[in-house]
């Protein structure tokens, strides 16, 4: 039972660089997200996806971009990253049906990327 | 719009102390409610939740919740607290319908006293 899947678990950025972080949800849900965490701030959301082939806006979205790539995959990419993107990123995934109630609406979350850019 | 405001950014308790963490939440339409652990370097958990059913919510390792609509608050308590518990908790709201984001608060962090 994979869940919600992360990589890498760990970076190291120099600033200025680029990396793309992965996701990919074993569930068949339509919406995923991208948060960040910081101490003192909870979590923040960055990005998210209603469903394949559509992504918004979040909190947080400046310095990042997002490629939907399937119904399973939701990636995150920093094209020139700062020291002020060092955070622990969570990617989450849940189900949505409009119209019903849902059993099981809550979010299930990935294990996070812990990346320091220096 | 939806918000949540946790009270507390740390809650100390002793082992064996009752444990009560305080959640309030805004949101226009009937809400969907949850409470999750984060334990050191790891993800978040679910702990519990509230989807219209019960008001009182049972969860996991003896963790239970109360929806009050007067009140707007869903908050987490543990009758006798354990080493074990101590974690960063989040409460979060999700709308059950329009906007379907999960909003989280800022966290409470849960130290547990021998």
């Known amino acids: 039972n994979a869940g919600v899947t992360q990589t890498p678990k760990f970076q190291v950025l120099k600033t200025g660089q680029s990396m793309t972080l992965q996701c990919a949800q074993d569930?068949?849900?339509?919406?995923m997200y991208w948060y960040r965490q910081d101490p003192g701030m909870g979590l923040r959301l960055i990005y998210y996806?209603?469903?394949?082939?559509?992504?918004d806006k979040g909190e947080v979205p400046n310095g990042y971009n997002v490629s939907r790539l399937n119904k399973r995959e939701f990636s995150l990419r920093l094209e020139s990253a700062a020291p002020s993107q060092t955070s622990v990123y969570f990617c989450?995934?849940?189900?949505?049906?409009?119209?019903?109630?849902?059993?099981?609406?809550?979010?299930?979350f990935g294990q996070g990327t812990r990346l320091t850019v220096v | 719009a939806q918000s949540v405001t946790q009270l507390g950014s740390h809650v100390s308790v002793s082992e064996g102390a009752l444990v009560l963490l305080r959640c309030n939440y805004s949101?226009?339409?009937?809400?969907?409610l949850f409470w999750y652990v984060q334990y050191p370097n790891q993800g978040l958990q679910l702990l519990l939740k509230?989807?219209?059913?019960?008001?009182l919510v049972k969860g996991i390792n003896g963790f239970e919740a109360e929806f009050k609509k007067s009140e707007t608050s869903f908050h987490l308590t543990k009758p006798s607290a354990h080493m074990s518990d101590a974690a960063e908790y989040f409460c979060?709201?999700?709308?059950?319908?329009?906007?379907?984001?999960?909003?989280f608060g800022r966290g409470t962090s849960l130290i547990v006293h021998p």
């Open positions: 989450a995934s849940s189900e949505v049906r409009a119209g019903f109630l849902i059993t099981s609406p809550e979010a299930f």
């Open positions: 569930m068949n849900h339509n919406s």
């Open positions: 996806s209603a469903s394949e082939g559509t992504t």
């Open positions: 949101s226009s339409v009937p809400p969907y």
């Open positions: 509230y989807t219209s059913a019960a008001t």
């Open positions: 979060a709201v999700r709308p059950s319908g329009g906007s379907y984001i999960p909003t």
